[in-house]
C-alpha cells in the first residue's frame, strides 16, 4: 500500500478534528456505500487520533441495527426495506449521539445490538470526557434524521459496480458469489441509488474520499465544509 498518500489523508482528517472547537465530544461521520472502505478508513483514523492523545469512541451503525425479524418486512432483497426497516435510528440518537451532543450528559451506549447472535444488546452505560472523539461508520449516514449530529462528514465514495466485487471477495468464507452478488445488486446498490438521488449525501459532507483505488485515494472539500480547513 502507498501509505504515503494514505497517511497523508489520514493525517488530514485528523487535523480536521483538531479544527473543531465544540465544549461536548465531537462527532465524525464516516459515510458510504457498503464495501466502500468506510470500516478500513474509520479504523486508521481512531488509531491516528488515539497515538496524538484523543479519547476514541468508536462505533458503527451495524451495532444500531433492528432484530432481523424486524428489519425484513419488505423481503430479504428489497432496496426500499434496506433504507426504512434496517437501523434504529431512534435508539441511535437515543443512547449515543444525543448523549454526546451540545446539552448531552455524556452517558452514552455504544451498541444496541449483537449481530453475531441476532439479539438487542443493552451494554453498560460509560460517560465519555468532554473531549472524546466519537468516530463512527456506516451507510445513510446524511439522511434526515442524522445529519444535524455530526460535527464532521467524510463521504467514502467508490463506483457501485467495484463494491460488488470487494464483497464477493470479502464474504466469499460465509457466503456464495452468487448471493452476495444477489444481494449487493437487487439490496444495498438501489437503495444506495436511491439514497444518492434523494438525500445528495455528498452535498451534506466536509470531505469527500474518492476510494476506487484505496492504496492511492483521492480526496477533496466537500461543499458543505465549515470555516475549520481539510
Known amino acids: 500500500m502507498e501509505r504515503g498518500i494514505r497517511d497523508e489523508l489520514l493525517g488530514r482528517l485528523a487535523e480536521a478534528v483538531g479544527s473543531v472547537r465544540v465544549a461536548h465530544p465531537i462527532r465524525v461521520a464516516i459515510d458510504g456505500p457498503p464495501a466502500a472502505g468506510k470500516t478500513t478508513l474509520a479504523d486508521e483514523l481512531a488509531d491516528v487520533l488515539r ?3 484523543r479519547h476514541v469512541i468508536r462505533a458503527s451503525v451495524d451495532d444500531f441495527l433492528f432484530p432481523r425479524a424486524q428489519r425484513y ?8 426495506g434496506c433504507y426504512f426497516d434496517t437501523h434504529d435510528h431512534g435508539a441511535l440518537n437515543r443512547v449515543l449521539l444525543d448523549p454526546l451532543g451540545p446539552g448531552g450528559d455524556r452517558r452514552f451506549q ?41 460535527e464532521l462528514r467524510v463521504f467514502v465514495s467508490t463506483a457501485l459496480d467495484r463494491t460488488v466485487d470487494r464483497a464477493v471477495l ?24 436511491f439514497y444518492l438521488a434523494t438525500v445528495r449525501p455528498t452535498e451534506h459532507v466536509d470531505v469527500i474520499v474518492h476510494n476506487d483505488e484505496p492504496q492511492q485515494p483521492g480526496w477533496e472539500t466537500g461543499p458543505a465544509r465549515s470555516p475549520r480547513s481539510v
Open 51 to 53: 497515538t496524538q492523545g
Open 73 to 80: 418486512p419488505r423481503g430479504e432483497y428489497s432496496a426500499e
Open 170 to 193: 470479502r464474504e466469499r468464507r460465509v457466503s456464495a458469489p452468487a448471493d452476495v452478488e444477489r444481494r449487493w445488486r437487487e439490496r444495498y446498490i438501489p437503495s444506495q441509488q
Open 110 to 150: 455504544d451498541a444496541v445490538y449483537d449481530h453475531t447472535a441476532d439479539a438487542v444488546l443493552s451494554p453498560p452505560t460509560r460517560t465519555a470526557p468532554a473531549d472524546a472523539v466519537l468516530v463512527f461508520d456506516g451507510v445513510f449516514l446524511m439522511r434526515p434524521e442524522l445529519v444535524d449530529r455530526w
